[in-house]
């Protein structure tokens, strides 16, 4: 309330509608990628999400996930989700890659996720339906460019950058 002599005033506050999580996947090389948007971020939720990737490449032997040390990324996780015999499964078809520490930049899903940022997350949306709506046209228009990663990252790069990662030779 105002006081004597002084005008009223009206203060904009922002209202959180809610926050979701979004998981992505990508074959850069291929332009594909699977993306979901679940209401938590949970082990649980990352573990259906592995098992959504398995069921799609079910004829590979050997699936490769490049990701984050992030606490759900963990094949604990198909165990606290999943019956033994299926974690067991799920577990024997992946191969997990971990980037280092601060190294998410190492991801190219992380460049992915900046791009679905940029074109289809970049505005307030008010329910998680709607944000599952318009992600999920966002990832069909992206498979159907076949829009792949643009990776510039170079192995000389990569020896620059990351070079106490490698052993130093003397002659």
């Not at 979004?22 to 993306?35: D, K, T, Y």
């Not at 599952?132 to 990832?139: C, R, T």
Request: with cysteine; proline share 4%.
């Amino acid at each position: 309330p105002a006081s004597p002599g002084q005008l009223e005033r009206h203060d904009y506050e922002y209202k959180r509608c809610g926050m979701c999580n979004v998981f992505i996947a990508c074959e850069p090389l291929a332009g594909n990628r699977m993306v979901k948007v679940t209401e938590r971020k949970t082990k649980q939720d990352w573990a259906i999400f592995m098992e959504e990737i398995a069921r799609k490449y079910e004829i590979a032997e050997k699936i490769t996930i490049v990701m984050d040390n992030l606490n759900t990324h963990e094949i604990g996780s198909f165990y606290e989700t999943f019956q033994p015999e299926e974690a067991k499964a799920l577990c024997d078809r992946f191969e997990f890659v971990y980037t280092p520490k601060h190294g998410s930049w190492l991801n190219m899903a992380e460049i992915e996720l900046n791009v679905l940022t940029g074109q289809c997350l970049d505005r307030r949306m008010d329910n998680i339906d709607f944000v599952k709506k318009e992600v999920l046209a966002w990832e069909k228009n992206r498979n159907n460019k076949n829009a792949k990663v643009n990776w510039q990252f170079t192995t000389e790069n990569a020896r620059i950058k990351l070079s106490r990662l490698y052993p130093t030779i003397e002659a």
